[in-house]
């Protein structure tokens, strides 16, 4: 009878715990995605819209996160005219994200550490084009707002089209392999 009892209070308190736990849900208009990308002589920038996306908060404190990201909205932003039409349709094809096959790239937190207040570490398993790697990065959560810089090593998602650290002669014609992403998500 003590066992049966034992037990019930543990199912209760893993049950109460889970019931602490609020899943908010990032609202993909509001919140925004930048992405930058470096050349020896210059760079590029644009957008690239969420799909969908949640944090997971237990008294307040971080503690999970997942997002989806459309790759079919990759746009630059830094251009116009036929030059944007044609940098947009390259990032869109096999030298870079392959969105014919690849449409979507997933984000999900694996480990969490609170370094300040409101302030996080996070791992997290980034996939792009069929390929996951884990990445590490800090977000800050601010009210109904969290906030994110990553870098992100192309390389290590089949991206290498111009990259200096594969092809060494490329000269001013090389694109680094780190490009940038800004996130400003809304819950």
């Known amino acids: 009878m003590r066992m049966i ?11 109460a715990m889970s019931l602490s736990a609020q899943t908010k849900t990032v609202d ?3 919140s ?16 690239i819209n969420l799909k969908e996306g949640k944090l997971i908060f237990e008294k ?10 459309d790759m079919t909205t990759i746009s630059s932003t830094d ?11 390259h990032l869109k094809s ?3 994200f392959d969105v014919e096959n690849h449409p979507e790239s997933t984000l999900v937190f694996k480990k969490i550490k609170e370094t300040s207040k409101g302030v996080y570490s996070i791992e997290a398993d980034l996939t792009i084009k069929g390929i996951k790697k884990s990445i ?9 707002t969290a906030t994110a810089a990553v870098k992100i090593d192309r390389t290590q ?3 290498k089209y111009r990259s200096a650290s594969i092809f060494p002669d490329l000269a001013d014609k090389a694109i680094k392999d780190e490009f940038d992403i800004n996130a400003s998500l809304v819950f």
């Open 28 to 30: 993909i208009e509001k």
């Open 79 to 89: 251009m116009s005219g036929k030059g944007k039409e044609r940098l947009d349709g």
């Open 136 to 144: 590490t990065f800090t977000m800050e959560v601010k009210g109904n």
């Open 157 to 159: 998602y089949d991206i």
């Open 32 to 47: 925004t995605l930048t992405w930058k990308g470096h050349k020896v002589v210059g760079s590029h920038e644009g957008t």
């Open 5 to 15: 009892k034992s037990i019930a209070i543990l199912l209760f308190t893993g049950f």
């Open 94 to 96: 096999q030298d870079f």
């Open 60 to 69: 307040d404190k971080l503690k999970g996160g997942s997002f989806t990201v």
